[in-house]
């Protein structure tokens, strides 16, 4: 029986109802074919030490390889700008078992706080191969006329196309684009749209947007996705001459990584790249674990000129170097992925 989320806005999909929502999803994706995706994941189990476009492709390849995707949102508009009214938005819970797969523990806590049901997910979780095959029979993929919109979406295109395709992740950025581009042929990722730096929630904020159903769902975030991206559009003038910069790309990975610009730390009226600076704020989702307890506690901005302590007593100590505008390299001590 599904459950209606955000006062029916939102359809929460499980093993026993998925074949008849996927139904329904047949049934209106002619009418409404602006889909926006969000998808929950277990965090990041593998790490790299450099942050560069060559790099970034391997980072996504080997996580989504090794772990599982946890949950789908879909949110339906029209090319007019509009959202569908009523039930617009479906979110599909996967099968998943903390006793058994991967994951990273600040990011279980994060969904747990978020109130997903991990003892749900593995009971009444939706079989992946019966999710691949409703997938291939939707109508969604495959299909020119449907316009994908995400928000920082490297990791939502892994690993739906790893679900999609039943197999590990091609071995290249490029090969992966193609897979892509064949599945979902054409896509705008809205943090690219926005040119934000800052996440969905700040920016839909400053959209006037108002989040339906609870943050770090993919159903909730799909659907502010949708209606964040609507705003923006609908209020650019030049959208229409606009829209062919952003078609395809996705955020997160080549050309398109993001290294968060937080704040003007060096010279603040100088704003080239050369000198503008980055802020990596340490945590256990993207360091991994230190095996020191008494670990120093830093976090600093760098700029590629300059250097200049941020904030005192966080978890770890590392240090940061530039090699270039797109690369930082990280050394610090005795440390374990999980």
């Not at 049934?27 to 990041?44: C, Q, W």
């Not at 819970?93 to 749900?120: C, E, H, I, P």
């Amino acid at each position: 029986m599904a459950v209606d989320l955000a006062g029916g806005r939102i359809v929460d999909v499980w093993q026993d109802n998925v074949q008849q929502e996927f139904i329904r999803i047949q049934n209106i994706v002619a009418d409404y074919p602006v889909i926006a995706m969000d998808t929950e994941f277990p965090g990041e189990v593998f790490q790299m030490f450099s942050m560069d476009e060559a790099s970034s492709y391997e980072k996504l390849k080997k996580n989504c390889d090794r772990l599982k995707l946890i949950q789908v949102g879909f949110s339906f508009g029209k090319k007019d700008g509009t959202t569908k009214d009523g039930t617009s938005t479906w979110q599909f819970n996967l099968q998943f078992d903390t006793n058994t797969d991967q994951y990273a523990r600040s990011s279980l806590d994060m969904l747990l706080n978020a109130g997903l049901d991990f003892d749900k997910h593995r009971k009444d979780g939706i079989d992946p191969s019966l999710f691949c095959e409703l997938l291939w029979t939707s109508g969604i993929m495959l299909n020119d006329e449907v316009d994908w919109v995400t928000f920082h979406s490297s990791y939502d295109f892994g690993y739906m196309t790893k679900v999609a395709t039943g197999e590990p992740l091609p071995d290249t950025e490029h090969e992966f684009k193609i897979l892509v581009d064949k599945l979902f042929p054409s896509r705008y990722d809205l943090k690219l749209v926005s040119g934000t730096r800052r996440g969905l929630n700040i920016l839909a904020a400053e959209c006037g947007i108002v989040r339906k159903g609870s943050m770090h769902q993919a159903g909730s975030d799909a659907l502010i996705t949708l209606e964040t991206y609507f705003q923006i559009i609908n209020n650019d003038i030049k959208w229409s001459e606009r829209r062919q910069e952003f078609y395809g790309r996705i955020a997160g990975i080549g050309k398109d990584i993001f290294l968060y610009v937080i704040d003007q730390v060096s010279n603040p009226t100088d704003t080239s790249s050369e000198n503008s600076p980055v802020e990596f704020i340490p945590n256990n989702n993207y360091f991994g674990r230190t095996n020191n307890n008494n670990a120093s506690i830093t976090t600093f901005a760098v700029s590629k000129s300059k250097w200049k302590w941020k904030q005192l007593k966080l978890k770890y100590k590392f240090e940061f170097k530039f090699k270039s505008n797109l690369e930082l390299k990280f050394a610090f001590g005795q440390c374990e992925t999980f």
